[in-house]
């Protein structure tokens, strides 16, 4: 067999038997607005990007840097937070308020039949939500979230503005003075650590809008183990 030959057949081979994975990116739609615009904005995408992921570009890699995320931060995650003023607990029977309006002068309400009970009557506890539903209506807002599918419930919850690890990692994050029904907004100094979370300033003001992405990133040749390319030279004896 000719060399050339032998190439193709080797190329013909891996791409049979290339592995693929999905890799999780943020493609920003270069723009600002509120929570529930910057929610439905992204919904044709597949939603915003969560928490998780902002914790991975910020925090544990270097993708912020990247010029297609230029001017993005800070910027909305799709989960909000849930929890009652400083030193007391979510109750059963009752709802969660927040304790500001929002800018157009409606309350949020977080439903007590959406607080899991494991929350119910013990100090320290949180919520992160990823919202079901959110109904708007003149005077209030109110999201909807299942229990049991939607909600973390967060152990250790910072009393005032403080360090603490929640949210999957060891972050900065700025609450309310009192109860907090708000959207989780990440990256508002991404040239410091990038840990800061606030679940304090989502109802009133914009911050920009992006989805997640999955991509598909195929197995480079230079990635190739040994033990992959003796695989391929192994599976060639059974191609016809």
Not at 18 to 23: D, V
Not at 80 to 95: I, N
Not at 126 to 155: F, G, Q
Not at 157 to 168: A, E, I, K, V, Y
Request: glycine share 8%.
């Amino acid at each position: 067999m000719e060399t050339n030959d032998l190439e193709k057949d080797l190329e013909r081979l891996l791409s049979a038997y290339r592995e693929k994975t999905k890799m999780p990116k943020i493609r920003s739609l270069d723009t600002e607005l509120n929570y529930l615009d910057a929610r439905n904005a992204a919904e044709p995408y597949g939603g915003l990007p969560t928490n998780a992921l902002h914790q991975k570009i910020l925090v544990e890699t270097d993708e912020w840097k990247s010029p297609e995320l230029k001017g993005y931060y800070p910027a909305f995650a799709r989960e909000m937070s849930v929890y009652p003023k400083p030193w007391e607990t979510m109750k059963k029977g009752e709802d969660v308020i927040d304790a500001f309006l929002d800018n157009k002068g409606r309350k949020w309400i977080y439903p007590s039949y959406c607080i899991p009970d494991e929350a119910i009557g013990k100090a320290g506890k949180a919520l992160m939500v990823n919202p079901r539903k959110i109904i708007e209506e003149k005077k209030e807002v109110t999201v909807i979230a299942n229990p049991y599918k939607d909600v973390t419930v967060l152990s250790d919850f910072p009393q005032r503005s403080d360090w603490t690890r929640t949210f999957g990692a060891d972050n900065y994050v700025w609450r309310l003075s009192g109860a907090g029904v708000r959207p989780l907004v990440r990256g508002f100094d991404v040239y410091d650590i990038g840990r800061d979370v606030g679940v304090d300033c989502g109802l009133r003001y914009r911050f920009g809008v992006g989805y997640e992405s999955l991509e598909e990133v195929p197995l480079n040749l230079k990635d190739i183990t040994l033990e992959q390319f003796l695989s391929v030279i192994k599976k060639s004896n059974n191609v016809g």
